[in-house]
């Protein structure tokens, strides 16, 4: 019970020390997807609004094309960082009769659909060894994990179990850890991205199994312990590939 009762705590205090932090770092992430044969047409679209309403400041846009999981064929627009206030400022010139009348005609007449806008902010003590480059990788891996409610506590310390492997076995993985705070669902959302050039990034390189680093750091029998954690901890994961689309962005 008292783990339970930490389980709902911990989320409350993370997401309101967020909030209490005067410039924390916030992305918004918006999907589209693409009507059926229109892809080159809103591609053209982005291209032209991106030129007028994009080139500048905190309006500076990342596309990126999701090339597998469940959104594969989508496009992917995100921005950032930015601070509330500039969140407040982005939305103003986003809203302005300029920006909508620009992006009625070349954008929204070839989307189907679309997701968002969503908020994430990172999670700095639970990356590993991440880039410092601030250009875009050409290709983007993203673990999305969705945790069962009152969960976030647990999930924390495996996530700071997990990187301790990776420390004291000197691994070369690298990854950062996002949180999203608003914008998604209910219960407590992360994801870790995992910055590539290409498709043979995802072959391993370490000589041993994780698992097996993971008893000779934890303990003999650990890493199964860690697995039935993992499996009450959460309720649901996937990934998807990005891939960056430099004539379509302006960062």
Do not use: C
């Not at 960082?81 to 009769?97: G, I, L, R, T, Y």
């Not at 480059?133 to 069962?148: A, C, G």
């Not at 999930?155 to 608003?182: P, W």
């Amino acid at each position: 019970m008292i783990k339970r009762i930490i389980g709902v705590f911990i989320p409350f205090f993370i997401f309101a020390n967020l909030l209490a932090q005067p410039n924390p770092d916030i992305y918004r992430v918006m999907y589209l997807k693409p009507k059926s044969g229109s892809t080159s047409q809103l591609l053209a679209g982005i291209k032209e609004h991106n030129k007028k309403h994009h080139n500048k400041g905190i309006m500076r846009v990342r596309t990126y094309r999701v090339v597998s999981g469940e959104k594969s064929g989508w496009l992917v627009r995100t921005y950032g960082p930015m601070s509330w206030a500039q969140v407040d400022e982005f939305v103003a010139n986003s809203e302005s009769k300029a920006h909508v009348d620009h992006g009625a005609k070349h954008i929204r007449p070839n989307i189907e659909e679309t997701v968002g806008p969503m908020y994430w902010t990172p999670m700095e003590d639970l990356h590993y060894n991440p880039s410092t480059s601030d250009k875009p990788s050409k290709m983007t891996r993203v673990q999305f994990t969705q945790l069962n409610p009152g969960m976030s506590g647990e999930y924390y310390d495996l996530r700071q179990k997990y990187n301790e492997v990776h420390q004291k076995t000197n691994s070369d993985a690298s990854f950062s850890m996002g949180h999203l705070i608003h914008g998604g669902q209910r219960h407590a959302v992360y994801a870790t991205f995992s910055r590539m050039d290409s498709w043979s990034n995802m072959a391993p390189t370490a000589s041993t199994s994780f698992s097996s680093r993971y008893n000779k750091v934890h303990g003999n029998g650990s890493w199964d312990k860690f697995l039935k954690q993992v499996s009450k901890t959460i309720k649901k994961s996937h990934d998807e590939m990005r891939v960056y689309m430099k004539d379509h962005s302006t960062r």
